[in-house]
C-alpha cells in the first residue's frame, strides 16, 4: 500500500522504515502535521499514518477521502483528534496502536516525581555554575508516602507497582476495577483520593468526563501541597486553575509530559521563535514545575512496537486477515 506518514519525524521514519523493511509498502514520509491545508499531499496515496497532533476532523477526512484514502493507521492508542462518525460516513477506516510501552509512560512519570522532589534539574544548573548551596532543594522521603493513581489501565497499574515498591501507599480511581489490580492498590472515590494523596499522578484517557477533570473545584479537595503529575492527555488538566493552585501554593510541585495547548509547541524546534502561548511561558517560570515535551512514551522499545504495530494493521487492512486494531464508535 501507498502510506503517506505525517508529522514524521528521522526517528519515525527510522523506525517505520526498519518495520517495513520485510513488507514493501511505500512509505512517503512528510514532516508537516495534518490538516486541511496539508490533506492534499495525500492525495493519490491508500491511506495515511498519523500521531497525535494531527487534525482528523471532518474537513479533513473529506479531503483524505477524495484523494483516495481508504485507512487511517495511527502512532498512538489515543484517537480523540479523529472524528470517528465522519470516517465511518466516509468508508474510512480507523486503527491505532492500543499499546506500545507502558512501562516507558509509567517510568517518566516517576522520573518527574524525582526530579521534582530532589529538584535535581535545579541542581544539575546550579553545579554547572559553580554553585553548590543547598537551599531550596530540600526533599522529602517518599517512602511512607501515599499516592494517588487516576486511571488504572496498564500504565497506572505499572506507575501504582513502581510507587509500591518505593514504600507508598497506593490509593486509586477509576470507574472500572481493573482485576489485574495487586492487592495494594485500594480503589477509592476520587474525594477520598484528592484529600488523601501527597502525590497523584493522573493516567486517565482523555474522554467527556475527564475533560478538565483537574479543576478548580478539584484542586480545592487536594491536599496543601499537593504534587501533580500528568503524562496522560493535557485537557485532563484545566492549566488556569493550576496556575492558581501554584499561585496559591495549594499545589507544592507540578510535572507536566502534556500540555492542553501543546498541538501548537510540541514535537518541534522553537528556540529560534518568540513563544506565543502566555500561559505556557508563565508555567515555565514556577521553580517548582518541570515540563517536558510530551516524550514519556519516547524510547527504543515503545518506538519499535509502535513501528511493528502499525505497520501491522496495514498488513491486515491490506490482506483482509490478521490482528487489525481498529477503532469504532463504541470505543469513544
Known amino acids: 500500500m501507498r502510506i503517506a506518514v505525517f508529522s514524521a519525524k528521522p526517528y519515525d521514519e527510522t523506525f517505520l522504515k526498519r518495520a517495513n ?6 512509505l512517503s ?16 496515496f491508500d491511506g495515511v499514518c498519523a500521531f497525535v497532533n494531527d487534525h482528523l476532523d471532518a474537513d479533513v477526512l473529506t479531503l483524505l477521502h477524495e484523494g483516495g484514502t481508504r485507512l487511517v493507521a495511527l502512532r498512538s492508542a489515543g484517537f480523540n483528534h479523529v472524528d470517528l462518525a465522519a470516517a465511518e460516513r466516509l468508508g474510512i477506516t480507523v486503527a491505532r496502536v492500543p499499546a506500545y510501552s507502558p512501562h516507558a509512560v509509567a517510568e517518566h512519570a516517576v522520573a518527574l516525581i524525582l526530579s521534582l522532589n530532589r529538584m535535581t534539574f535545579r541542581a544539575h ?19 511512607g508516602k501515599t499516592v494517588g493513581v487516576v486511571g ?11 510507587m509500591h515498591g518505593f514504600g507508598c501507599r497506593i490509593l486509586a480511581s477509576d470507574p472500572f476495577i481493573n482485576p489485574d ?3 495494594f492498590v485500594e480503589y477509592v472515590p476520587l474525594e477520598t483520593l484528592y484529600a488523601e494523596a501527597d502525590i497523584i499522578s493522573l493516567h486517565c484517557p482523555l474522554t467527556p468526563e475527564t475533560d478538565h477533570l483537574i479543576d478548580s473545584e478539584a484542586i480545592t479537595r487536594m491536599k496543601p501541597g499537593v504534587m501533580l503529575i500528568n503524562t496522560g492527555r ?23 509530559d502534556v500540555y492542553e495547548e501543546e498541538d501548537q509547541l510540541f514535537f518541534e524546534d522553537l528556540s529560534y521563535k518568540v513563544i506565543d502561548d502566555d500561559q505556557f511561558m508563565r508555567l515555565t517560570t514556577f521553580h517548582n514545575v518541570l515540563i517536558t515535551g510530551h516524550q514519556a512514551f519516547f524510547t527504543n522499545e515503545a518506538l519499535t512496537n509502535i513501528a511493528q504495530t502499525t505497520l501491522n494493521n496495514i498488513d491486515a487492512f491490506e490482506n483482509g486477515s490478521g490482528e487489525l486494531h481498529r477503532v469504532v464508535m463504541d470505543q469513544s
Open 29 to 44: 514520509f512528510f514532516d508537516a502535521r495534518l490538516n486541511v491545508d496539508t490533506a492534499a499531499l495525500a492525495q493519490g
Open 125 to 143: 544548573s546550579r553545579v554547572r555554575d559553580g554553585n553548590f548551596s543547598l537551599d531550596g532543594l530540600l526533599g522529602f522521603d517518599l517512602y
Open 152 to 162: 488504572t489501565g496498564q500504565i497506572g497499574l505499572i506507575f501504582a507497582d513502581i
Open 21 to 26: 523493511a520485510t513488507r514493501h509498502h511505500e
Open 234 to 256: 493535557g485537557r485532563v488538566v484545566d492549566t488556569q486553575a493550576v496556575m492558581h493552585g501554584l499561585k496559591s501554593g495549594h499545589i507544592g510541585y507540578l510535572g507536566l
Open 181 to 183: 489490580a495487586k492487592t
